[in-house]
C-alpha cells in the first residue's frame, strides 16, 4: 500500500491501472465461495441429518463446552437436532432464496426504475404510483395474501419477495436517472442520434451502478431475515426444512439457557451479509473508473 | 436553380409552458447559414441562444415545445420529419458540442470508446471504428492520440475534453456543426487553441458552424456573420466586420462597450443598465425600450421589425441611423 501511494504522489497519475483485488474483495469472494460450496454439498458434509430429533442429547451446547458431544461440533437443539448439519443444509435455502430474490427484485426494480425516470410523463406516474402502493401496504401482508393464494413452496416464496422488494431499487434508481438524465453527456448522445435504449443501457445504468449495489448488498441481508419471517408465519420454506433465519427465530426462546442455537446462525447470517457488503464495496470502487488510479 | 442555405430558421418560437404562464424563450427568431459559414449567436444569460441551438435539433426538453416556425437543412424541413427520420439528422448531418467538458463526456468509457461507439453506429467493423477515433483524435490534436484514446475523461484536463467532444461530434462528418459556449469554461490561452482548432476544422471541412456564444471576442476570432439575440428576438444581424464597426442597435453598442479596452484602463467596465425582461410578460413595444439610452417614445408602443439598413446587415431599432 506504501509504495503504491508513494509512487502517485511521485508520478502522474498512472493511465490505466486495474484495480488490485483487495483484502475486501478476497475476503468476500472467499467467505462466499466457502458458504455456497458448504450449502451445495450439505449432503456430503453434514454428520447427521438435518431433521432428525434426538431428544435424549437435547439442547446439548458445542463440543468445546463441559456437557458438549463430540459427535455434535456445534451442539444440539431443543429437539436434539444437530446444528451444525441444520447451518450447512439452512445454507442452501437461506442463500439460494436471498440471492434469486434479490436478483429478482433488482432486475424488476432497475428496469422500472429506469423507464420512470428517464421517460418521465406518464411513465412515471404510473410507475410510481404503484410503487406507492407496495410501499403503503405492508409488504409482509402483501406477501402473505400472495402466498396464501399461490401455497407455500420455494419458487413462489422467491417470487413473492423478489416481487415485494422491487421498489426498493426502482426508488433508488429512479432517483438517480433524473439527475443523470440531464447530464450534457446524455444530451449530447441524444444530440448524436442515439436510440433511448441505448442511451439507457449505456448512458444511464452505468452511472447509476453505484447506489444500486449498494442496496443489492443490503437487500440480500434484508432477504434473509425476510424469509425467515415468512417461515415464521408459516408462509415461507415450510419446517422441517432448516434455513438460518428460522434457526435464529426459534433458538430465541432459548437464548438466556441455549445460547448455541441462535448464535451459530447468526454468525453464518452475518458471516455471509459482511461478505456480500465488502464484495460490493469493492465492486463499486472497480466499476468507477475515477477511482482507478 | 438556386441552391437552398444550408440552414433556414424562419419564425421560429419556442415556448415553456409552466404553472405561471406560457415563457416565450425564443419569439420569431429567423437567420439562415450558408455552406461553410460560421454565423455567430451572441446574447447574454437567458436570452434563448441554447434554445434556438435546441430547437434546430428538436431536443428542447419538456415542456418546452416548438410553437411555431420553420427550420429547413438543405431544404428539408426538420420539424415536419417523423421522430426516426430526426434521429438519423441528429446521428449524421448536425453535430453539436456542449460547453461544460466536465459533464459532457460519459465518465464510465474511455473517450476511444465514446468515440468509437459514434463511428460505429455509421458501419463498419470494431477494429476499424477503434482506428477511426485514434484518427479523429489525432484530427483534432490530442497529442499522442495513440497512448490517450484508453484514457477516461477524468484524466484529460479541460481542453483536452473539448477536443475529444469535438472529435465526439465530428465523427459522422457532419455539414453543421452546432458549438454552444464551446469555449466558456476554458481558460483563455485554452480558448484561443480551441477556436483556432474550430477555425482550421471548419475551413478543411467546408462546414457550417453555428457558434453560441456570450462572448464577441470569440466572434471576432471565428465568424463570419453574427447575429445578436435579446429577450428572445433577433435585433441585429450582418458581417462580423461591420457590425464591430459601426453597430446600429443600442443593445449591440452597449455590448461591445462592455468589452474591456487598453484605453478604459482604469477605468470601470461599462456595463448595461438593468435586467432582460421577464419572458413570461414582454413589453409592448421594444423590449431593450426599459434599458435603452436612446429610447423614444414609439418605442414603448410599437416593437420595431427586423430591416435591412444596408445590403445583409439588419436591424430592428426605428432610432438607430
Known sequence: MTDAAVATDALPAPARVRPRPSFRAVFGI???????????????LAPWDPSRQMLLKRLRPPAWEARGLREHPLGTDHLGRDILSRILYGGRVSLGVSLSSVA?????????????????????????????????????????????????????????????????????????????REREFVVGARARGNRAPRLLLRHVLPNALTPIIVVATLELAFMIIYESALSFLGLGVQ???????????????????AWWLATFPGLA????????????????????????? | MIVPPLLEVSGLRT?????????LAVDGVSFTIERGEVLGLVGESGCGK????????????????????????????????????????????????????????????????????AALAHGGGRTAAWRRAVEMLQLVQVPSARERVGDYPHQLSGGLRQRAMLALALVSGPRLLIAD?????????????????????????????????????????????????????????GPVARIFERPLHPYTRGLLRCLPHPSRFGRPLFSIEGVPPDLRRTPVGCRFAPRCPDVIESCRRVEPALTEREPGHSVACPVST
Not at chain 1, 458458504?35 to 454439498?41: D, E, F, H, K
Not at chain 2, 487553441?193 to 478543411?204: K, P, S, T, V
Request: aromatic fraction near 6%; hydrophobic fraction near 55%.
Open chain 2, 181 to 237: 459556449e464551446p469555449t466558456t469554461a476554458l481558460d483563455v490561452t485554452i480558448q484561443a487553441q480551441i477556436l483556432d482548432l474550430l477555425r482550421r476544422l471548419q475551413a478543411e471541412r467546408g462546414m457550417s458552424v453555428l457558434m453560441i456564444t456570450h462572448d464577441l471576442g470569440v466572434v471576432a476570432e471565428l465568424c463570419h456573420r453574427v447575429a445578436v439575440i435579446y429577450a428572445g428576438r433577433i435585433v441585429e444581424m
Open chain 2, 15 to 23: 415556448e415553456f409552458e409552466t404553472a405561471r404562464g406560457t415563457i
Open chain 1, 104 to 180: 429478482l427484485a433488482a432486475t424488476l426494480g432497475v428496469g422500472l426504475g429506469l423507464s420512470a425516470g428517464f421517460f418521465g410523463g406518464r411513465t412515471d406516474a404510473i410507475i410510481m404510483r404503484v410503487v406507492d402502493v407496495f410501499l403503503a401496504v405492508p409488504y409482509i401482508l402483501l406477501a402473505m395474501g400472495v402466498v396464501f393464494a399461490l401455497g407455500p413452496s420455494l419458487l413462489n416464496v422467491i417470487l413473492v419477495m423478489g416481487a415485494t422488494r422491487w421498489v426498493q431499487f426502482a426508488r433508488i434508481v429512479r432517483a438517480d436517472v433524473l439527475s443523470i
Open chain 1, 239 to 257: 419446517p422441517p426444512t432448516p434455513t438460518w433465519g428460522w434457526m435464529l427465530a426459534d433458538g430465541r426462546n432459548y437464548i438466556a439457557t
Open chain 1, 30 to 44: 472467499t467467505v462466499l465461495l466457502l458458504m455456497s460450496a458448504s450449502a451445495l454439498l450439505a449432503p456430503r
Open chain 1, 269 to 293: 447470517i452475518m458471516l455471509t451479509v459482511l461478505a456480500v457488503n465488502l464484495l460490493g464495496d469493492w465492486l463499486r470502487d472497480a466499476l468507477d473508473p475515477r477511482l482507478r488510479l
Open chain 2, 50 to 117: 441554447s434554445v434556438t441551438s435546441l430547437s434546430i435539433l428538436r431536443l428542447v426538453p419538456p415542456p418546452g415545445r416548438v410553437a411555431a416556425g420553420r427550420i429547413l437543412l438543405e431544404g428539408e424541413d426538420l420539424l415536419a420529419k417523423d421522430a426516426e427520420a430526426m434521429r438519423r439528422v441528429r446521428g449524421a448531418r448536425i453535430g453539436m458540442v456542449f460547453q461544460e467538458p466536465m459533464t459532457s463526456l460519459n465518465p464510465v468509457f474511455s473517450i476511444g470508446d465514446q468515440i468509437a461507439a
